[in-house]
Each structure stands twice: as C-alpha cells, then as structure tokens.
C-alpha cells in the first residue's frame, strides 16, 4: 500500500471516532463519555482507537482542531489574499459562524471541561490557538502593510474578532433552544461593525 493511500485511511478513520467522539460528547457529557464508548459507537476494536488517539483528552483536541480546521487555516487566509479584505471577512465569518453552530451540542460539554481542566487549556494554547493567531496575525500585518486597514496591532485585531465571533455565538452554544440566526445578515452586520464600527459618519453632499 502506497504512502498516499495510508493515509486517506488513516484520515478516514481518524475522522471517524472523532465523528463517533462528538456525537457521545453532545449525549453524554464529556465525564460520562468513555474511550470503549467511541470505539463501540465509531465500529472499532477498544484497541484500534489508541493507535489514533492517545485518550480522552486528545479525542476532545482532535475535535477542537477539526472545528477550528487547523490545517486549512493558513490555506484559507492565503486564499484571502486574493480578494478584498471588506468581501473576504462577511464570507469568512459567515462560514465560521455556520461551523460553531453546528458543533454547538458537543461545545456544551467540552467547553466547562476546558475551564476545570488547566493542563487542557494549555494544550489547547499552545497547540490551537496559538499557531491559528500567529497565522491571523502575518495575514492582518500584510494588510495593513498593503494600507488595506488602519495601522492597528495586529494581534489586537486578530484577538477582537475573535472574541467578537465567539461572543455571538455563546447564545447558539448554551441555548438549547436557541433559534438559528440568519447566518448571512449576522456576518455581514458584524463584518460592517468590524470595518466601520457604529459611529454615525456625516453626510456627504
């Protein structure tokens, strides 16, 4: 078997018991979910499943980085190279917006175990977020280099809009009622908040 042909199947399988992982963590909660659980429910022996993840908080990392899409981060910011920033953010953040709703259920019971757990906190620091902004940071310094948007620290910036998309969505997150939002209007109201902010400019004539 070919070096490429492994690893579609390791990646198939790896998406998976993440698939089966999410799905228990939405049921269950995270403490109530067990590693044999997964395997039951991913259609795997309980042995298989430690050749992919190594336990229960890598399988909560795993999902992590699939929502975050990790590997496609620096793909899709340098596909926003290419076009104007004022119609990559709406686009962008729409589609942001969309995933996090989507993995709302499952977030419900990861997100109070990464406040209890520090050792999981910092593994997410250092191994998500921190290469995601270092990626967000180089794509808004270009920007501003390019006079695309004010001469703002992009560290700041990359943190604002962060904490902007994920405030928006903890209605989503721990309602469980919650209705959807228009996804498409929230973006692109929150991308003009963004690139204007809510002071009134005054008329032109």
């Known amino acids: 078997m070919n070096d490429s042909i492994q690893a579609q199947l390791t990646a198939a399988r790896r998406s ?10 939405a049921e269950q909660g995270f403490n109530k979910t067990t590693v044999r659980k997964v395997a039951q429910r991913a259609g ?3 042995g298989t499943i430690y050749n992919y993840f190594k336990n229960k ?4 990392m795993g999902i992590l980085h699939r929502l ?5 981060r620096d793909l899709h910011f340098e596909e926003g190279r290419e ?6 953010l709406p686009a962008y953040t729409e589609k942001r917006l969309r995933e996090m709703a989507q993995y709302a259920p499952a977030l419900r019971a990861i997100i109070p175990q990464l406040i209890i757990d520090e050792e999981l ?16 940071n ?3 310094s270009d920007l501003v280099a390019k006079g695309e948007i004010r001469d703002l620290d992009p560290m700041l910036v990359s943190t604002f809009i962060l904490m902007v998309l994920s405030g928006f969505m903890l209605p989503t997150i721990f309602g469980d009622d919650a209705a959807e939002p228009e996804y498409t209007a929230l973006s692109q109201m929150l991308s003009d908040l963004i690139l204007n902010g809510i002071r009134k400019r005054e008329e032109t004539t």
Do not use: C, H
């Not at 908080?57 to 909560?60: F, H, P, R, S």
């Not at 076009?83 to 990559?88: A, C, E, H, K, N």
């Open 121 to 136: 906190r910092e593994q997410m620091m250092s191994s998500m977020m921190g290469p995601t902004i270092d990626i967000s």
């Open 83 to 88: 076009q104007p920033f004022d119609q990559f």
């Open 57 to 60: 908080n890598d399988l909560l």
């Open 138 to 140: 180089r794509y808004f």
């Open 16 to 25: 998976q018991i993440l698939d089966a992982a999410t799905e228990l963590f």
């Open 68 to 72: 975050n899409e990790s590997e496609l």
């Open 44 to 46: 795997v022996a309980d």
